[in-house]
């Protein structure tokens, strides 16, 4: 049968659920949001019997103490997110759904099916068990976006053990600074990956990861990149002692068809992903299983929705969203799986070739494969605008109904050119209203403002983290559309956008702060003694209790404090929502966030660099813009070949991702009394704000330093922006 647009929106189907079931009728989406904040027992409730989650003993309570950080959520409950998974094996499968559908630049194409699925993560989980593997051991991977990958994820946590993992695009030092602190027992692996029409081996990197990670005794290896039998058996040898994944994941008997994930405390260890903040270590980041499901279930179906394939309604699904398994939209893509929907993945640059870019690439993989929603970074999508690509030429994509974003903020021109494409796609173009034409610098006419039409394509743009792995603001298929914004705050978060006094605004842009607890906030980081790093990370700027209370007001200091997220927010009177890059000094590029201090430590280790300080300045939409500035040694000069020896301790350290578009020299870096970079008033500073309003010179140990940083300032003001 073809595949289908959903019909009803899922959105629609909660609600009528609730009045049916819970006797709760909502006259509009702000009532219904409102009701998800205050009345937190109820609204999680709703969402445990909406999806009929199951454990074998009963919960005692949904939150048992209203605190950040420390939230206790669903006291009594197991779980296991395997389990939910192959929930859906025997419903897919007699439907005639595979699970997961891959492919990569080389045209490898990989299909699972739901049992064959099943029996791989089963097969793979005993052999973890027999080397040793136990629930709370750590599990290291390194592998690109590929069938594989989630396979190995599902083993390791069906069996209770914490996944972790780093993208092959990544250098020794940074996947080093994120293993060293989980000291896992296994390292998963490949031997290489292509990328842009080369390929890259890795097994340099895992000999390395491998030798500074004393706590790995068992090494399963993915030949991803050799094809040829001698070529596969050298790559064994290099990797010795390690087990193939093939062979790892080939047992098919009795005791595989009898398998069972463990059930699991609800807040059991389920994997662990890293932030990064200005200084020290990436941020090892612990999330639950129990937590993880029950938000991604809420986000993925209600607010993304994306349904389960073999359900009337959604008969057909096919979820894509591009990612690399650095990005926490890896995790996104994988929670397919959660709610039945059959997983795309494209492993490989979206942009085709470096030599012959090529922003066809995704949409025709799109097109072959039937994909029904479609998810991108924001900057994917401005690259196809940029390079002029007509989706006509890009064969059938009749069967997309939606295209999300995230990573970024997604600009209005660059969502005006996706909505005309499909528009045009669906034989519904229309002229461009008086006194518009073609902007400067773009490759085609792009109508601004383009009002909303019925059966324009929906775009489900969303803004979460890596730090608690869901989204705070998203799409909601009933709401108007207004390019270049988000439709709405997310159910279940209690999003506010505060102004310097810790007071809620709207219609201004503020701090983005969420007052209450959701079920996936860390457990806790790695490492972190008494939680001094996870309340410096989001709960350290505003007193303890300000704000706490459930619809507005203060609690008492042991509620805790709010969630300080990071991010610039504006939200609307309608409810829609604007973020206007990070309100700290974290950098943002294609998605991907890096702590400067990651930065720092490569291209300080180059003896010519003495101090350096790099800050992001992606804004509203803007294309990410990185410059660096460097101190070299006296009598040593910024040319070519120093430029290039930065990049690549940059591209070796850390990936190339994080190349910054300019390098400076300058004189020095601007430092507080105490010595600290001042990475985020400068930002400020290049983003147009007044030096007095963004910096206080008396603060300063080297003031005198301003006037070149204010006249680059300057000057990037009077230049055209593109």
């Not at 909660?14 to 027992?41: I, K």
């Not at 612990?286 to 993925?300: C, F, N, R």
């Not at 007071?503 to 008494?530: H, N, R, T, W």
Request: proline share 8%.
């Amino acid at each position: 049968m073809k595949p289908t647009a959903p019909h009803v929106p899922q959105i629609r189907l909660y609600q009528e659920w609730l009045a049916l079931h819970n006797g709760l009728r909502f006259d509009s989406y702000d009532a219904l949001w409102r009701w998800s904040t205050t009345e937190l027992d109820a609204f999680w409730q709703s969402i445990w019997d909406y999806f009929d989650l199951r454990s074998p003993t009963p919960h005692t309570a949904v939150l048992e103490r209203n605190v950040m950080p420390g939230a206790h959520w669903f006291p009594g409950a197991r779980f296991n997110y395997a389990q939910q998974v192959f929930r859906h094996v025997r419903p897919a499968h007699d439907a005639g759904f595979s699970a997961i559908v891959g492919r990569n630049e080389k045209g490898r194409h990989v299909e699972l099916s739901w049992p064959e699925l099943q029996r791989q993560v089963a097969s793979l989980a005993l052999h973890l068990q027999a080397q040793g593997v136990r629930p709370g051991d750590r599990v290291a991977a390194y592998l690109p976006n590929i069938p594989e990958t989630i396979v190995a994820f599902l083993a390791v946590v069906s069996i209770g053990g914490v996944w972790s993992v780093c993208a092959p695009d990544m250098g020794t030092h940074a996947v080093l600074d994120r293993f060293q602190q989980i000291e896992p027992v296994v390292l998963i692996a490949c031997d290489g990956v292509t990328y842009g029409g080369k390929d890259f081996d890795r097994l340099g990197v895992v000999a390395e990861l491998r030798a500074a990670l004393p706590t790995v005794r068992h090494v399963v290896l993915h030949i991803h990149l050799a094809d040829e039998p001698a070529a596969v058996e050298r790559a064994l040898q290099a990797a010795a002692p390690c087990t193939p994944f093939a062979r790892a994941t080939a047992r098919h008997d009795s005791i595989t068809d009898a398998f069972e994930p463990l059930w699991l405390p609800f807040d059991h260890p389920l994997w662990i992903v890293y932030s990064s903040g200005t200084t020290g270590l990436p941020k090892p980041i612990v999330h639950g299983h129990g937590g993880t499901v029950i938000v991604a279930l809420a986000l993925k179906t209600l607010h993304n929705d994306v349904g389960c394939s073999y359900a009337p309604n959604s008969w057909g699904e096919r979820y894509h969203w591009y990612s690399s398994t650095g990005w926490v939209m890896w995790n996104a893509q994988a929670s397919g799986l959660l709610n039945g929907s059959t997983c795309v993945l494209y492993d490989g640059n979206p942009g085709g070739p470096k030599d012959k870019p090529d922003w066809t690439t995704l949409w025709r993989f799109a097109s072959e494969l039937g994909v029904t929603f479609f998810g991108a970074g924001a900057a994917f999508f401005a690259n196809c605008l940029k390079a002029g690509v007509d989706l006509s030429a890009c064969g059938d994509l009749s069967a997309v109904r939606a295209l999300g974003t995230t990573g970024s903020p997604l600009s209005e021109e660059a969502q005006n050119w996706g909505t005309a494409q499909f528009r045009k796609l669906r034989g519904r173009s229309r002229p461009l209203p008086q006194g518009e034409g073609r902007g400067e610098g773009l490759p085609e006419p792009v109508p601004s403002p383009m009002e909303d039409q019925p059966g324009d394509i929906w775009w489900c743009n969303i803004s979460g983290g890596t730090d608690f792995a869901g989204a705070f603001i998203g799409g909601n298929r009933e709401l108007p559309q207004t390019p270049g914004r988000m439709q709405c705050r997310l159910l279940g978060c209690a999003v506010e956008s505060w102004d310097e006094q810790g007071q809620p605004v709207i219609d201004a842009v503020g701090e983005l702060v969420c007052a209450q607890p959701i079920p996936s906030m860390p457990l806790y980081f790695v490492g972190d003694k008494d939680n001094q790093r996870l309340l410096g990370s989001y709960f350290d700027t505003y007193p303890p209790g300000h704000g706490r209370k459930p619809g507005g007001g203060d609690l008492a200091a042991e509620a805790g404090a709010v969630w300080r997220h990071g991010d610039w927010l504006r939200i609307h009177p309608d409810g829609s929502c604007v973020i206007y890059g990070r309100s700290d000094a974290t950098i943002n590029r294609h998605g991907l966030r890096m702590g400067t201090s990651e930065l720092y430590s490569a291209v300080e280790a180059l003896p010519e660099v003495l101090d350096s300080m790099v800050v992001d300045l992606e804004y509203l939409g803007r294309e990410s813009y990185m410059p660096l500035f460097v101190v070299l040694r006296p009598g040593l000069t910024l040319d070519d070949a120093m430029r290039a020896k930065i990049n690549n301790a940059i591209r070796t350290a850390l990936s190339p991702r994080f190349l910054p578009n300019a390098i400076f020299q300058v004189a020095e870096i601007p430092r507080t009394l105490s010595g600290k970079k001042q990475e985020l008033p400068i930002k400020k500073l290049m983003l147009g704000q007044p030096l007095e309003k963004v910096i206080n010179r008396e603060a300063m140990a080297n003031p005198g330093c301003l006037d070149w940083y204010v006249d680059l300032a300057r000057q990037r003001a009077d230049a055209p922006q593109a």
